[in-house]
């Protein structure tokens, strides 16, 4: 079987020749040019754009192509060159209408030019990388319209003198600025921003650096403020309105540059109405305005954050040493509250809970208080107050209010274990006496204290409370045992842990019979429940209720057992010598002369009579039962006369315990260290102890090398041999 030979396909030209018509090209373009004019003189109606078309596909098909663009450019710059006469021949407002009218114009012709010449724009442009129909009539424009020299500088000049206009409170035809403006964006964002934004940023920071000048020269800070906020609203809206959404952050920069940045010194330290003067006079709203406003500037919130520390370090100093301030301790404390209310406000509602504000409030305020080292006591007094008497017609809530506004303060202390010492001294008072209002807030100031510190820090305050629970429980089985025998007096003893409470060595007084038969009677009972244990009275302590008749009146006196003691010694006698009393109850001079004086001196409440009369107590004064005392109460209660604050012996005494108490802890923070670190040099120690004790106390280096001494001698450290800064652990 035989196989068939392919044959290769071969295409030949036509034999015969194709005659063409060689005026078909400029036949062609003269009926497309006749049609270009018709539609730019607005007579298009009457064309036949299929013909048309069909037209200049032949020509392209023909390789007419290069000549017909050629043609079609001269004749559109022709056309624009005309258009270009007109709109140089309108005068003033009917400038820019012709500028728009005849773009316009353009744009539509462009549009129905395209739509002929689309086969060639599909090809040959395509082809040969020429310029689209529509963009090459756009590039004509700029060159020929926009950018002629008697046309481009009047445009610009046009459109800034608008704005200005518009800047200056007249109303301008915003419809004709945005269709300006959109014609210039339409034709690249190269000839917007050149040919108008550019000049237009220049002429604004100009005119704003001008105004600002004027503004400053003439109005407060609140004023100049609320204009500069005012003119970064209008150019926003300006921009929204008829300019490109990217020149929105452009010009409000130029706004923040010229009215706000290059003035803010200035501003913020404007004596009678700058930053200072808003935070004297509480402007929420000025301090909301220049917050918001120099968010936008460099630097402007950290200069705010500095006058705003500088401030409040200034007035917060002037308060913590005014003499008078300071005479009041619960005045002192909340006056410090209400500036922390102050601030902690402005921080809130005028500068959005900013973290930063809030942490240099913080530091501005430890700064302050800890200037005071009468401070920490006066906290502790402050929350006594309280807590004794309540918040005046406040509810719980309140009190918890004021609690945790308290608890601020005392996060600010440096020397937390002094607060500890008075606060225990405070505490032990108020249990003491029954004089607290709510256990739920004391308890609740104890969590509060717990968390902040930890612990240690109030273990001994939470076995306060559990011994007068233990107690409570205690007398209640003793009245329990004592099986009907009832007769004489009754007692109440709070039996307090040794080292818990903040009592101190004193000398018992001698206690009237009465009571020392049922006391003794108490002692055997516990004694006997509790073995290895020891009772010593703190008779400095306690108190008592006492009947007493007056001229036939009754009245119950609430006294103190001091003052008990001498008051009963009047159920054997009308008149007694200092000298009598206090042998009779040996309670010490100190104590006795307070409890006279307030027994005798007091207005109201002198149940006694003291000749001769003065105000202060002498040795050589004679005491008399003074049966004229009268009360519209049926129950007294006299109160011995005491300073709210502590004597300065007093405050020693504290100091120095206080000072006491940090040297174990400050040795217990070095040999952690060092048991950790083995090898260490002197200002590393003193860096890691101020670090891991300043929640407590700032301890003071002199205080810490003498405690390294220390440790060095009981061999728990030795100096490094070469180097003497150097410390090792001895295991």
Partial sequence: MSSQKKRALKIEAFKHRVEVDPKFFDKSWKKLEDAIREIYNHNASGLSFEELYRTAYNLVLHKHGLKLYEKLTENLKGQLKEMCRSIEDAQGSLFLEEVQRRWADHNKALQMIRDILMYMDRTFITTNKKTPVFDLGLELWRDIVVRAPKIHGRLLDTLLELIHRERMGEVINRGLMRSTTKMLMDLGSSVYHDDFEKPFLEVSASFYSGESQQFIECCDCGEYLKKAERRLAEELERVSQYMDAKTADKITSVVDTEMLSNHMQRLILMENSGLVSMFVDDKHEDLSRMYSLFKRVPDGHSTIRSVMASHIKESGKALVSDPEKVKDPVEFVQCLLNEKDKYDEIITASFSNDKAFQNALNSSFENFINLNNRSPEFI???????????????????????????????????????????????LAKRLLSGK??????????????????GYQFTSKLEGMFNDLKTSHDTMQSFYANLSGDTDGPTISVQILTTGSWPTQPCTPCKLPPEIVDISEKFRAFYLGTH???????????????????????????????????????????????????????????????????????????????????????????????????????????????????ETEPEKLETRQRVEEDRKPQIEAAIVRIMKSRRVLDHNSIITEVTKQLQA????????????????????????????????????
């Fill in 380 to 426: 502790s007094l402050f929350v006594d107050d309280k807590l004794r008497k309540g918040v005046k017609g406040a509810n719980e809530e309140d009190v918890e209010t004021v609690l945790d506004k308290v608890m601020m303060l005392f996060r600010y202390l440096q020397e937390k274990d002094v607060f500890e010492k008075y606060y225990k001294q405070h």
């Fill in 436 to 453: 607290t209002t709510s256990d739920e807030a004391e308890r609740s100031m104890l969590v509060k204290l717990k968390t902040e510190c």
């Fill in 531 to 645: 073995n290895g244990r020891r009772l010593t009275w703190q008779t400095n302590m306690g108190n008592a209720d006492i009947k007493a008749t007056f001229g036939g009146r009754r009245h119950e006196l609430n006294v103190s057992t001091y003052q008990m003691c001498v008051l009963m010694l009047f159920n054997s006698s009308d008149g007694l010598t200092y000298g009598d009393i206090e042998q009779a109850t040996a309670i010490p001079p100190v104590d006795l002369k307070r409890c006279l004086q307030s027994l005798a001196c007091v207005k109201g409440k002198n149940v006694l009579r003291k000749e001769p009369m003065s105000k202060d107590i002498s040795e050589d004064d004679i005491f008399y039962y003074n049966d004229k005392f009268t009360s519209k109460l049926v129950k007294v209660k006299i109160g011995t006369v005491v300073a709210q604050k």
């Fill in 696 to 731: 407590r106390f700032l301890p003071n280096p002199v205080v810490i090398k003498k405690r390294i001494e220390s440790l060095i001698e009981r061999e728990f450290l030795e100096r490094d041999k070469v180097d003497r800064k150097m410390y090792r652990y001895l295991a």
